[in-house]
């Protein structure tokens, strides 16, 4: 017959024997043997108790907790599910407040001048973002693309019901059904056109011109980073797919450049604004790409130049929308 005395029963275990006594104060865990001597041992049954406790601990579970699960035997799996939720809302806390002390960090060793409200401010801002419908984003946001990706929910609520956001998002999971369908094809070829297309018939709709910054930092920071549940392989096909959707939309409508009707100034201010909101610079990083191909002609690659490349005098106007 297995027993031990405290001393040895807490070397067994890894705990301190402060630890024990504390444990047979408050009736979760007590020597079962009685020796004639008076000394109290510890037996074979208390060191699977023992064993319990420590791994409850472990996960979590207050000791009040843990006597609840082994006196009333509550049902363990559903106990466990419930404390994995629970460690996983603490965890995302946690991170969030790590952010913020590396974003107040980074201010001050950059020598900029950094208050108490703008401490909270941020603090407000990581709280907040632990309600978002994807808060795996506070992982690999910057905290001004995190401002940006929750003002972005916050609108997208004002402007959609909760009908209207759920079926958005099964609109969004038919074309990502569509894309894993057919990877084995050319993301640049027609099936790619259609499906792009579909998939920025979407986005358009859910983000406004003022939020397609935080668009394209949630789509290539967030899904292409790993942490969205979006297969990889598929978020890099619509990648290349919209790519080539906007390339073959800009070269066929950079055929009539310069625009002479008011219908093909509207098309590309239009089209403009889908690939970079008011952000000239996101224009300016996919023009680029326009300017390094081959299939401009010299006029079209001029007025691009002119337009988005080439600084304008004062008072001067241009076409280009931001």
């Known amino acids: 017959m297995s027993r031990w005395y405290?001393?040895?029963?807490?070397?067994?275990?890894?705990?301190?024997?402060?630890?024990?006594?504390?444990?047979?104060?408050?009736?979760?865990?007590?020597?079962?043997?009685?020796?004639?001597?008076?000394?109290?041992?510890?037996?074979?049954?208390?060191?699977?108790?023992?064993?319990?406790?420590?791994a409850l601990k472990f996960f979590g579970f207050k000791l009040s907790?843990?006597?609840?699960?082994?006196?009333?035997?509550?049902?363990?799996?559903?106990?466990?599910?419930?404390?994995?939720?629970?460690?996983?809302?603490?965890?995302?806390q946690l991170l969030n407040a790590a952010k913020v002390i590396e974003a107040t960090t980074t201010k001050i060793d950059s020598a900029q001048e950094l208050t108490w409200e703008e401490i909270t401010k941020l603090a407000h801002l990581?709280?907040?973002?632990?309600?978002?419908e994807k808060s795996w984003m506070v992982q690999v946001l910057t905290p001004d693309e995190l401002a940006a990706y929750v003002a972005y929910q916050e609108d997208k609520k004002k402007r959609f019901s909760k009908e209207e956001r759920e079926a958005f998002k099964e609109k969004w999971k038919e074309v990502l059904a569509g894309v894993s369908q057919h990877l084995s094809e050319d993301p640049a070829g027609e099936r790619g056109y259609q499906l792009a297309g579909q998939a920025m018939e979407i986005l358009n709709q859910l983000y406004t011109p003022e939020h397609i910054a935080a668009r394209k930092a949630a789509w290539e920071k967030g899904h292409r980073s790993g942490l969205s549940p979006v297969p990889q392989e598929t978020t890099k096909w619509l990648d290349q797919a919209v790519k080539a959707y906007y390339t073959t939309r800009c070269l066929r409508l950079l055929k009539h450049a310069p625009f002479q009707t008011a219908a093909q100034k509207q098309e590309w201010q239009t089209l403009m604004t889908e690939i970079g909101g008011r952000n000239l610079e996101l224009i300016q990083n996919f023009l680029h790409s326009l300017q390094d191909g081959e299939q401009l002609s010299p006029m079209a690659r001029e007025w691009l130049q002119n337009q988005y490349f080439t600084p304008h005098p004062k008072g001067e106007k241009n076409e280009k929308i931001i």
Request: charged letters at 30%.
């Open 126 to 132: 990581y709280h907040k973002a632990e309600t978002l």
């Open 65 to 92: 907790e843990i006597r609840e699960i082994l006196e009333l035997h509550t049902a363990l799996p559903q106990r466990l599910q419930s404390q994995k939720i629970l460690l996983e809302k603490k965890a995302q």
């Open 6 to 54: 405290v001393k040895k029963f807490a070397d067994l275990l890894g705990v301190s024997i402060q630890t024990l006594h504390h444990y047979d104060h408050i009736d979760l865990l007590k020597p079962s043997i009685r020796c004639e001597n008076g000394y109290r041992l510890y037996s074979r049954e208390d060191l699977e108790k023992a064993q319990q406790i420590i």
